[in-house]
């Protein structure tokens, strides 16, 4: 799958993801952070799902109804667990991200808004 990691996303994720097969950029890599909706509109532009743990990005999509090509928010989750549970999101909701879910993922818990 091709991911668009959120700053917020720790950088060291990126190699235990590309080692699952998935092809990531991430947001901390560019020379400047372009805001909430370049980012959004940047994901769906290149078919990435957005990775984050930012609320506002589930704002954007649901309050505001910005088109986007899938969300993946991890809540609760240290920066050493992020990469295993943002793979396990994308092995469990694969479909429903392709088709531009909004997954939610806590410890123990998931939510899917289609």
């Known amino acids: 799958m091709r991911l668009l990691l959120d700053t917020c996303v720790w950088g ?8 699952a097969g998935h ?3 991430w947001v901390g890599n560019w020379v400047e952070d372009p805001g909430d909706d370049n980012i959004l509109a940047h994901a769906l532009a290149h078919g990435q ?4 743990l930012d ?5 954007l999509a649901v309050s505001r ?3 986007h090509s899938g969300i993946v928010r991890l ?13 396990t999101a994308l092995e469990r ?8 879910a909004l997954v939610t993922l806590e410890p123990g818990r998931g939510r899917v808004r289609l």
Do not use: H
């Not at 060291?12 to 080692?19: F, H, K, M, T």
């Not at 609320?55 to 704002?59: A, Q, Y």
């Open 65 to 67: 109804g910005r088109p």
């Open 23 to 25: 092809d990531v950029d």
């Open 49 to 52: 799902i957005l990775v984050t």
């Open 93 to 100: 909701y694969q479909q429903e991200l392709l088709n531009g």
């Open 12 to 19: 060291g994720v990126i190699s235990d993801l590309e080692a």
């Open 75 to 87: 809540v609760n989750w240290s920066a050493r667990m992020q990469a295993q549970a943002c793979v």
């Open 55 to 59: 609320k506002d990005f589930g704002e």
